[in-house]
């Protein structure tokens, strides 16, 4: 594959932006590859592009396996692996979303579970710590039943909703203003 300007920008940018995600930056760089070429690559066609060391390549496409963003495809007579990852961006977003929830949300959803827990059986009593990490709590659990019923929504009816934008809000209730006495 040859990499044109455009191609070679995105996908630098894609790796500077990947470190900044808490991704190595290789892993990325591979990623936006992967997602920019029309066919399945080797990781011999993937170093050479990105002129990287070929165990980094394979380092890098194991952390992508592990996300479940990067695929294996074999073709007959020939011993290599392809690689490719999915060209639609809602099916990235959507993955990467399930994958941070799987390792950080539900982890901290427990995590602030027990601290409440412990906060509030606390002597001396500490109402304040409790307040504040059960009202996180409350906040991470609502935000998990909201990506619960989003997750299962298709990527069409998703774009929809995100263009309708703020838009929405004229069908909310809006809230009563407090007076001021």
Avoid at 148 to 169: D, E, F, N, R, V
């Amino acid at each position: 594959m040859v990499l044109s300007d455009p191609a070679r920008e995105f996908i630098l940018h894609w790796g500077e932006m990947g470190t900044r995600w808490g991704v190595n930056r290789t892993v990325a760089q591979v990623h936006a590859l992967l997602y920019l070429s029309p066919e399945p690559l080797t990781a011999e066609e993937i170093a050479e592009n990105l002129s990287v060391a070929r165990s980094n390549v394979s380092t890098s496409l194991k952390e992508l396996q592990n996300w479940d963003l990067v695929q294996t495809d074999s073709r007959i007579g020939d011993r290599r692996d392809y690689f490719r990852t999915s060209a639609d961006v809602w099916t990235l977003f959507l993955t990467v979303v399930e994958q941070r929830v799987e390792r950080e949300i539900l982890p901290t959803m427990k995590m602030l579970e027990r601290c409440v827990a412990e906060a509030r059986a606390a002597r001396p009593a500490q109402p304040v710590v409790a307040s504040r990490i059960a009202a996180m709590q409350v906040f991470l659990e609502e935000l998990h039943a909201w990506y619960l019923q989003i997750k299962k929504l298709p990527p069409a009816t998703l774009h929809s909703l995100i263009s309708i934008g703020s838009g929405i809000t004229r069908f909310l209730p809006r809230p009563r203003r407090r007076r001021l006495d």
